[in-house]
C-alpha cells in the first residue's frame, strides 16, 4: 500500500499545475522538490505526505480539499482564440483546464439555479475555422446584438 495522503488525486494536481501554466520542472523548484518526485505524484506512482499535500495546494493557490476530490472532469473539447497564432500550447491548456473548472462550477450552480437557456443566432461560416475573415465576425456579431436586442450602440453597465 502506498503511502502518503489517502484520496489524492494525481489527476488534480496536473489539472491544477497546468492551470498555473507550470512545467513540472518550475512547480518541483517551487515545491523544494525533484521534478521526478511531482512526476511520480501525477502519475499516480506515489501519494504526497500531507506536509507536501499542504505546500503544493499553496503554490499553485487551491484548497487542498481539490486535490483529494474525486468528481469527474468535464471535458469541455477545443477553446478558441482570436488569434490562434499567438496562443502558445501552454496557453491553450491553461485556457483549457480554466473552462473546465468553470464548466464545474456552472454544473453545481445549475442545481440550485433556473439559468436562462443560451440564445444564439443560426450563422453558417462555412465549418470551424481559425481563420474567420473579420467582415463575417462582424456580421455575426451584428446578428447576437439584434437577436439578444442590445442596438448598435455601446451597452450600459445597468
Known sequence: MKQGVNGFQSTRL???REARGLKCSDLAELAG???QSISAYENGLTLPQKEILSRLSKILNIPEQFLLDSTECNDIGDVFF???ASATKTLRLRAGRKCGWVSRILDYLSGYIDFLPLTLPEIEIGGLSNNIPPEDIEKIALECRKKWGLGDGPISDW
Open 82 to 84: 482570436r488569434s490562434f
Open 14 to 16: 496536473r489539472e491544477a
Open 33 to 35: 522538490l525533484s521534478r
